[in-house]
């Protein structure tokens, strides 16, 4: 058995190819919606584009709390062992997804930004 | 190697799988690393009985490790652990023992996180919804780093337990 052939470095160069080619076909657009789910049903779906400047929405569901404000959802804390969807941070953008497995809660960013270019 | 001697080898590296990945648990989540991304160290174990025993014994292996994350992590862990371990084994165990394989270690053991990666992606995707596949490219990047990993220990355990066997 040898540790690297030549084929080997095609292999590497396919897989890169294959992140990269998912990565830029995946929406790149700031969302303006988020939804939860919870065991695959939606159980809220906030505008956050449209909340005010201050404006922060908690959802509490199966031990996860949700925060929802005008840019974006993140999860605040979580039951569970893994902490895998606190430390996925705040998202923001179509399709981005903060999930929390062993609870079967996610937050789903959808829909586009209703204006363009608002900054800051 | 007699019957006896298989099924002992066999329960060592399960028991040799269970442990590491149990270990690798403990560690902290990895800078630069998309969250929940581990070293897949345990399938160094599981690639080495598939070439030294048959696939069958990896196999054997892979489920035991799965119900060891049923007992500790619960039921989605299982399905995680069970839908990844099966794949990879079964795309490591093919690369691994075909004749006049063209792959060198790392390659394989690239492609087997890679299934790995993937197949947990799509488990999670059935649980929750598809916007998870957003985590792929990320992860894809991750197997390059720790399939390397794995497949260079892999090639060190292989010249190692060579070296000793015609001694």
């Known amino acids: 058995m040898k540790i690297l052939k030549q084929r080997d470095i095609l292999v590497l160069a396919c897989v890169l190819a294959v992140a990269a080619l998912l990565y830029f076909c995946m929406p790149n657009k700031k969302g303006s ?7 695959g049903n939606r159980v809220a779906e906030v505008h956050f584009a449209a909340l005010g400047e201050n404006e922060v929405k908690t959802f509490e569901i199966n031990g996860v709390t949700i925060k929802i404000d005008r840019e974006g959802a993140h999860v605040a804390a979580s039951v569970c062992k893994g902490q895998v969807c606190v430390h996925t941070g705040k998202i923001s953008k179509a399709g981005q997804t903060a999930v929390c ?3 079967r809660v996610s937050v789903r960013i959808t829909g586009n930004a209703p204006f363009d270019g608002i900054t800051g | ?31 630069f690393m998309p969250p929940g991304a581990k070293p897949g160290l345990s399938n160094i174990v599981t690639m080495y009985a598939s070439k030294t025993l048959s696939v069958y014994n990896a196999l054997v292996i892979v489920v035991l490790k799965a119900f060891f994350a049923l007992f500790t992590r619960g039921a989605t862990a299982f399905c995680m652990s069970l839908a990844g371990g099966v794949i990879s084994t079964l795309v490591t165990a093919y690369l691994l023992n075909r004749k006049n394989g063209r792959l060198g270690c790392i390659g394989i053991g690239v492609l087997g996180a890679a299934a790995h990666n993937t197949a947990q992606i799509a488990v999670a995707a059935l649980i929750t919804n598809s916007g998870i596949f957003y985590y792929l490219p990320f992860l894809l990047i991750a197997s390059i780093v720790t399939g390397s990993i794995t497949g260079s220990i892999l090639h060190l355990t292989f010249s190692f337990t060579e070296k000793r066997s015609t001694e």
């Open chain 1, 33 to 39: 919606i988020a939804e939860i789910e919870y065991d």
């Open chain 1, 101 to 103: 497995l062993p609870q």
């Open chain 2, 1 to 31: 190697m007699k019957k006896t001697q298989k099924i002992t080898l066999n329960a060592l590296l399960a028991a040799l799988a269970v442990s590491i990945s149990a270990a690798e648990g403990l560690l902290p989540a990895f800078a």
